[in-house]
């Protein structure tokens, strides 16, 4: 529980990082969209590389159920969920108009149904069916949402239900849809795969994913659609060539292709003028640094997430990373995760362009009595004479 707590941290660090470089001259501006705002981020990275009204607060409308399915996904990672665990469908769940699962009121459904006809069946009523076995009600569960929306740092999301049904107190952003989808695909790549599932068949209806991009383009593997009268047509997607994986959002086409072709659009242009680079790889050893008083003489330092950055293409030559440390002694004990300096990402002008947290990758408890001793005693004279 302490590692994913500790991996959970470095993760909202990672959110952190000064996301993107200068652009090159040689990148064009991005395409005009027929859409109300749209953002597209590389999710390796995450820097947004197209933000155009990002933080607008839109009514989210299905998008919302890529909340749904994550708190949920959270709940089985921290053992409080199984899979296997049957959901007894309320009478509301069963009620509950929009697009359906079709589960049955008194049926008992295993989460992992429910979970595919939430993902890829867009069920409303799978939806609160879930939301209520998790939390007791869906007004409970929204704000199980709302606290994960906070703790990944959604600043524009705010939710009331579980579905996207539309009230003025539920909206989101297309950059706030993004960092979520994001933390779905990093934080969660087990459940991830059932965003690319193309139909679900259940109670003997078979419909098909509303995702077209699923059938169109063979790099497309999530993630969730989303429509309302007031919302319009939206998508998240995220697609994934040669090693670099984009993620998409657009808010308020006119339609179903519309939404398809307009992100597509705006994925074609990340992958034809961008790169994803890692300089760190996550849990790497990038040095050894000294420690004073400690069982060991060193710690290894690393960084917690890959430290990585999306660069105009043929551009990576002009950037070079480098270890800055923190001032002063390191002296034992140290804990993991403890930060012990900083990594940077310089340009050929010299300024800083991206920086990341030089973290302890283990822990160095205090050594012995004459350890401490003699290291005191070199520390001592060290500081008298430099």
Known sequence: MIQRTLARRLFLLALSLLPLPALSDSVPPPPPLAARS????????????????????LPPASLT???????????????????DDRVLISEKAWRMGGSKMFVMVGDKVAVRDLLQGIIVQSGNDASIALAEHIAGSEDSFAAMMNQEAKRLGLADTHFVNATGWPDPNHYSSALDMVKLARAIIL????????????????????QPNRNLLLWRDPSVDGLKTGHTEEAGYCLVASAQRDGMRLVAAVFGTASEAARATET????????SFFESRVFFRKGAT?????????????????????F??????????????????????????VAAGAQLGRVELVGADGKVVMQAPLVALEAVEQGGFFRRMWDGIRLFFRGLFG
């Open 38 to 57: 749209w953002v597209l981020m590389d999710a390796t990275s995450g820097a947004v590389l197209v933000d155009q009204q990002g933080s607008q607060r």
């Open 187 to 206: 934080e969660d790549p087990a459940h991830y795969a059932l965003y690319k599932e193309r139909e679900f068949v259940w109670n003997n209806i078979r």
């Open 65 to 83: 159920k890529l909340m749904t399915a994550h708190v949920a996904a959270l709940e089985l990672q921290r053992g409080r969920l199984k899979e």
């Open 308 to 333: 990585a950055a999306a660069l105009p293409k043929r551009a990576g030559e002009e950037y070079t990373p480098r270890v800055v440390l923190k001032d002063g002694d390191v002296v034992a004990p």
């Open 286 to 306: 990038i040095q050894a640094v000294n420690v004073w008083k400690g069982g060991a003489r060193s710690v290894k330092a690393g960084v917690g997430s890959d």
């Open 264 to 271: 597509a659009k705006l994925l074609g242009y990340g992958f």
